[in-house]
């Protein structure tokens, strides 16, 4: 397989494109066919040896840290993806995602956004999972807090401001000029132009400064945090004495690779609460021109390598898929006495009338297959609104998904996004509630 490797530290020159033996799996790791992997400013530091967790005896070395794909081969003791899942990851340092295929540990992945391509999937695990750790868990950011984002136009701070608002947060952000109107779009209450104005004389006292500037910035960030908030910075550690002193909370952090959090923030996407901005694309051999791009010029979110071209599948006849849906619940109708519509699992288009019907479930209480996805709808006002949960196993509460008066087709994607097993996804009615082939599919 190719792989972009580095055998000494240095600059651009030292980048290698190599012919290499393909990895296997162990126990608890699967194989990724790569479709994209997203470029970061680690990348950089790994290659030129400033990133201490990579060393000389890591050499040689496959740069890149998350990747978006399929699933080629799995260990033994995974049961959480399957061969074919597409899929997106942080990985870990050991592993490098520059390349045709890659090893991950199983808690890494996470189902892809369907909503997303492979590009811009790969645009968001590094990025994202560093946003959401930052704000959320070392910064403890809550609904109705105030939040100032350092660098808010960047990969990371792009996607801050949009984690942020969507979890109720009131968000300020630092930019230039140029990218005033680009974090608007992205949601955010107030954007201070660095460069023209002090950002210390126009902003309110915040709760949690996220800080991906250090220096200058990150000092003078101590003056606008309220007593018991907190600063938190991807770069240096802030000034634990002068933190003390204000009653402030203080911390930098590398971010981790986490599936479950990815999953969330797959849900957030597909749920149309966040959008993932690719800039520029580059081929596996341009990985030189592309790390030079995001080093020297002024980039707005993501930039991301095309590393295998991802196969085109057959489309999907969504008209078709509807109407299957809508003729098995008008057929079967609701069970007498119960409080339900109906719940079912659309089948094949081509699906005979005359066939087994394994295309969908019949729900029996206390009999639905353990891990399987239920989506209900009901009134809310003189809306419809429906909400997802996981029907757990015996003698635990079920699962139920953040996102409670979700529009339909919103809970059909987060259902599609969270159905790791492949299991039916059924749907509940409640009394009143009528079908809608309009609100989306089921698969």
């Not at 070395?61 to 995974?78: C, F, M, N, P, T």
């Not at 942080?90 to 992945?109: K, N, W």
């Not at 005033?180 to 104005?197: C, P």
């Not at 898929?321 to 089948?347: C, F, M, S, T, V």
Request: hydrophobic residues 40%; glycine residues 10%.
């Amino acid at each position: 397989m190719q792989a972009v490797r580095i055998h000494r530290f240095g600059g651009p020159e030292v980048i290698a494109i190599e012919e290499i033996d393909g990895p296997a799996p162990a126990a608890n790791e699967v194989l990724i066919k790569v479709f994209a992997a997203s470029v970061n400013p680690v990348d950089a530091k790994m290659r030129e040896g400033k990133y201490p967790v990579v060393t000389e005896r890591d050499l040689p070395y496959v740069l890149g840290r998350d990747v978006s794909g399929r699933i080629e081969a799995k260990g033994d003791d995974v049961f959480s993806v399957q061969v074919g899942d597409e899929v997106f990851a942080f990985l870990s340092p050991e592993h490098g995602g520059y390349a045709e295929f890659v090893l991950a540990r199983a808690d890494e992945v996470a189902a892809k956004p369907r909503s997303l391509d492979a590009i811009a999937a790969a645009a968001v695990p590094l990025a994202g999972i560093t946003a959401w750790q930052g704000l959320f868990d070392h910064g403890g950011l809550q609904p109705g807090q105030r939040v100032l984002i350092h660098g808010g136009a960047g990969g990371v701070g792009h996607f801050a401001i949009q984690f942020a608002k969507a979890k109720g947060a009131w968000v300020a952000t630092t930019v230039s000029s140029d990218d005033t109107e680009f974090v608007r779009d992205l949601g955010a209450d107030q954007v201070i132009d660095y460069k023209a104005e002090k950002f210390e004389n126009r902003a309110e006292p915040v709760d949690l400064v996220f800080d991906l500037i250090g220096g200058e910035t990150q000092e003078r960030s101590f003056s606008v945090v309220k007593p018991g908030g907190a600063l938190i910075s991807t770069l240096q550690e802030p000034d634990k004495r002068k933190a003390k002193r204000l009653n402030i909370r203080v911390s930098r952090y590398t971010a981790q690779p986490s599936g479950a959090e990815l999953q969330e923030i797959a849900a957030l996407i597909d749920q149309g609460k966040v959008k993932v901005v690719v800039d520029a694309t580059f081929g596996l051999r341009q990985v030189a021109e592309a790390q030079a791009a995001l080093e020297e010029k002024h980039i707005r979110g993501k930039v991301v390598l095309k590393v295998v071209e991802q196969p085109q599948t057959a489309p999907i006849d969504e008209e078709a898929r509807r109407l299957r849906a809508y003729q098995i619940w008008e057929n079967e109708g609701r069970p007498e006495g119960e409080d339900l519509a109906h719940w079912y699992k659309a089948g094949d288009v081509d699906a005979s009338a005359t066939a087994e019907r394994a295309d969908y479930q019949q729900y029996v209480p206390g009999a639905t297959p353990a891990g399987s996805l239920v989506i209900k709808f009901y009134h809310s006002g003189d809306q419809v609104r429906g909400y997802v949960r996981k029907i757990a196993d015996p003698g635990t509460g079920d699962t139920i998904f953040p996102g409670e008066e979700m529009e339909p087709e919103a809970a059909f994607k987060l259902a599609d996004s969270h159905n790791y097993d492949h299991k039916p996804i059924f749907i509940e009615l409640v009394e009143g509630i009528e079908w809608d082939a309009a609100w989306g599919r089921l698969e």
